[in-house]
């Protein structure tokens, strides 16, 4: 059982770690346009200030405010935790990695982002350890409204890319890719993981119905 633990909380951080990562390289590689969360975390920030990651935090607490208020239920120690070493891992890779230039390494720095990003949600989430307030107003959708995790994703990222928009955050056809794309990913990531986590662990996680 212990073992078990064990295995959820490398998954759980690992996870976290591999999506900041993932996050981090699209924004370096921004010609090609950031995710929709970070078009609206990078549009507060030239409008009001504060890094990225701060944004990332502050509006996790926003959407996880929402979030108790229509399940009712107080969330993991898990989401808090992703919630916050998401943002500060965010602003320490944005920190340490340099600026990327050329079409061809921006390219390359955004698909590889986009790929880790998906895969680090897919990962950290069959833990089963509490995931993020993004994640969890996506499976709430899924279980509310009956809707797959590829609609309910690519809903979410649209609205969030047209508020961010408007707020002046940058806008590319890879933000549009990424919206549509996104969602797939984080898909396939979530049933590949859960089944390398039942053969280390023997636990069966149930993410998704």
Not at 45 to 50: A, M, P, Q
Not at 93 to 119: E, R, S, T
Not at 143 to 157: C, D, F, N, Q
Request: charged share 10%; hydrophobic share 55%; proline share 3%.
């Amino acid at each position: 059982m212990k073992q078990a633990f064990l295995s959820r909380c490398i998954f759980f951080i690992t996870g976290i770690f591999v999506l900041s990562f993932g996050i981090t390289l699209t924004i370096k590689g921004q010609f090609f346009g950031v995710g929709s969360w970070d078009v609206l975390h990078i549009g507060l920030t030239k409008t009001i200030g504060l890094t990225i990651g701060t944004w990332s935090i502050l509006l996790g607490l926003t959407i996880l405010a929402f979030d108790m208020l229509i399940t009712k239920k107080f969330p993991l120690p898990g989401t808090f935790i992703d919630m916050f070493l998401a943002g500060i891992f965010i602003d320490v890779f944005n920190y340490w990695l340099p600026d990327i230039h050329g079409f061809w390494l921006q390219l390359f720095a955004y698909i590889i982002g986009l790929i880790l990003l998906g895969w680090g949600c897919g990962m950290y989430m069959v833990a089963n350890l509490g995931i993020g307030p993004r994640d969890t107003l996506m499976l709430m959708m899924v279980h509310k409204l009956g809707w797959s995790v590829t609609r309910a994703r690519t809903t979410m990222e649209v609205t969030v890319a047209i508020v961010g928009v408007l707020l002046g955050g940058p806008l590319g056809i890879g933000t549009v890719f990424m919206a549509f794309g996104l969602g797939p990913i984080v898909q396939f990531a979530i049933a590949f993981n859960e089944k390398l986590l039942w053969r280390w662990t023997g636990v069966k996680t149930a993410i998704v119905s």
